[in-house]
């Protein structure tokens, strides 16, 4: 997986570029495993728009797996309403883990990153990985911004930042 963090004009800006990295996932151009806006809202603090909600994933997942097999228990016992309770039970557990779980860009190093930020800017963290990153650079050109930080090879960090200026 790759970390890249982008510093974008605005926080509209970046939102639009995180959705255009979702369809590039859909299109199987990225691996896309975490994307967050970071800005600041209009007291200085850092706020996270992220992506994806863990808790409400995890209770989904939860709730389906449980409804699952409170249906193969309560039809094997006889007893339908085991069916509810299961689901109940597994969203609930579902929506803990979730909440638990951090699977992505840590929340503590966006939000020291992202202190910095001048008023009205936003950095947009992408965790993924691509067998094209060229391709990407190209769909996200209408975006601007500009790499911040990443754990890609330098070549790489420059190329994507060629591309980005050409948007401007």
Known sequence: MNLVAL???DVETA???RDELANMSRDSLVRLEDAVVAYKDTNGDVKLDQAVNLTATGALGGAWWGLFLGAVFGLVAGVPAAMLAGAAGGAAGGALGGAFSDAGVSDEMMKETSAALDDGKAILF???RT???EKVAERLRTYG???VT???PKEIDEK???ALKKAA
């Open 145 to 147: 911004g500009t790499v």
């Open 150 to 152: 990443s754990n890609l």
């Open 160 to 162: 994507i930042n060629n």
């Open 131 to 133: 067998e094209a990153p």
């Open 126 to 128: 992408v965790l993924g």
């Open 7 to 9: 510093m974008m004009d």
């Open 15 to 17: 939102r639009k570029a």
